[in-house]
């Protein structure tokens, strides 16, 4: 009866425990300059994010904000994730097709992770590529 109870609360235990993409990560961000007729500046964001039970969590700036984006999405046992990105734009010199500050935007994000790092790329409109270590 003992090693039956024992078994059984060490799967439930198991079943709970920190998966092995869970804890603080460091995320960098780099746009480079597109190859676009509007010249889009390039800018490079670095910010932290939080993976709990396999879902990520990351935000830059502050909520509201110009220049806020926040990074969110479920990375699968294998290490695959589709990311999905929100914001507000900054200046309009960074921003494909120059738009005023504050202006809503969202895109996804393909990338994959190991136990201790990762990377990612922006899948639309320009060339967006993503860094992500486990602290």
Known sequence: ????????FGGALDAHAAGKFDGAWHVTLNCATTP????????????????????????HGAKKQRGWLA????????????????????????????PSPRTPYSYQVSAHFDAASGSGQRTTARQCDFVF???
């Open 36 to 59: 676009s007729p509007d010249h889009a500046v390039s800018y490079t964001y670095q910010f932290p994010a939080t993976v709990v039970e396999g879902v990520l969590h990351g935000e």
């Open 1 to 8: 009866m003992m090693t039956a109870c024992a078994a059984w």
């Open 71 to 98: 990074l969110d999405g479920k990375i699968e046992p294998d290490g695959v994730a589709t990311l999905v990105a929100n914001g507000l734009t900054n200046s309009p010199e960074h921003a494909l097709g120059h």
């Open 133 to 135: 270590v486990k602290s």
